[in-house]
């Protein structure tokens, strides 16, 4: 491990340096963010093309003010990501991460995405960042509504959200927007993996939304080594950090199948 911490791994070498970490680690935790599903056939955000705020303002669809100012517009608009989700599969990729946990003792996902995809492929211990697209709250008092009532929309456009039998309130997705508080108990689990990890992948993040960002980093100064999974170079830089260049459904599949040759 050595030539890892003594520098930067990239390219060429990067699955197999990865690889050597992961089997010298007894604890790994995966950070993804929404790279890890674009090979599902759901779009990232700030892909210049292809994400979602090239198309869409997120000041108009993923903040509180947002939602008060226009709630149709939002509800409508997470009604028709929650169809891409809901039509998407876990790719070989998000296997990898399940097989991950049988090769390596202690593996935790912490995912920004809100789309279930880890979930529904297998993993076992998955930390929510940013909520869930299969819950539903209302905008006062967070009282539960079931998705299961949630009005489904076979077009794109403005959809009506329910009101909350409760209080009166509208529903909302149980997600987190711009200005709002992560779940404390999804932070606190995310911090604590992060801070005794002896390996972070870091899947398909700009690591550009604070506090998730954070994450990286937290776990190099502990010590842990960090591998980037990621077609394009990011800003992080740790004292020890492997960079593989590559898209998450080729890169995790052939990082697992080294370090099962390590076992
Ligand atoms: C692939 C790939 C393939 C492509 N394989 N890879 C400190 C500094 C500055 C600002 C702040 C700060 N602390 C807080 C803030 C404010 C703000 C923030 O961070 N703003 C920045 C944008 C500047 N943060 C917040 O407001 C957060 N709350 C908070 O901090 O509360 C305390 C507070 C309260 C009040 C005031 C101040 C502080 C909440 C953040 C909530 C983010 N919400 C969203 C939407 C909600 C859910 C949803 O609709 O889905 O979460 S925004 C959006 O960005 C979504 C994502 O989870 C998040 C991160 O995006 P991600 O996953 O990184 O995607 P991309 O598109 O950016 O990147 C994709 C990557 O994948 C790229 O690198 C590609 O190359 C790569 N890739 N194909 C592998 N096949």
């Known amino acids: 491990m050595d030539d890892l911490v003594a520098g930067t791994v990239t390219e060429r070498d990067a699955v197999e340096a990865a690889a050597r970490a992961l089997a010298a680690a007894r604890r790994v935790v995966v950070a993804t963010g929404a790279g890890m599903s674009q090979e599902s056939g759901i779009p990232t955000f700030r892909d210049a093309v292809s994400g979602m705020w090239s198309r869409f303002d997120p000041d108009d669809l993923a ?106 309130a509208l529903v909302r997705p149980a997600v987190v927007w711009f200005g709002e508080m992560l779940p404390e108990t999804a932070v606190r689990a995310a911090w604590e993996a992060a801070a005794r990890c002896d390996v972070m992948l870091v899947v398909g993040t700009s690591g550009l939304v604070y506090p998730a960002a954070a994450l990286p980093q937290i776990a190099g100064d502990a010590g842990a080594t960090v591998v980037e999974v990621n077609p394009e170079a990011d800003e992080g830089s740790w004292p020890a950090l492997i960079r593989c260049r590559g898209r998450a459904g080729v890169v995790l599949p052939a990082l697992v199948e080294r370090l099962r040759r390590h076992r």
């Not at 593996?107 to 930390?127: F, P």
């Open 63 to 168: 903040t509180p003010a947002a939602f008060a100012r226009d709630p149709a517009r939002v509800f409508g608009w997470y009604a028709w990501r929650r169809r891409l989700m809901r039509a998407a599969e876990p790719h070989t990729g998000y296997d990898a991460l399940v097989a991950l946990e049988a090769l390596v003792p202690d593996v935790v996902v912490v995912t920004q995405n809100i789309d279930g995809l880890h979930r529904r492929a297998g993993s076992r211990r998955v930390v929510e960042l940013h909520g869930s697209l299969d819950r539903f709250v209302c905008a006062g008092a967070l009282h539960p509504y079931p998705a299961e009532a949630v009005p489904e929309s076979a077009a794109d456009g403005a959809v009506a959200p329910p009101v909350c039998p409760q209080c009166g």
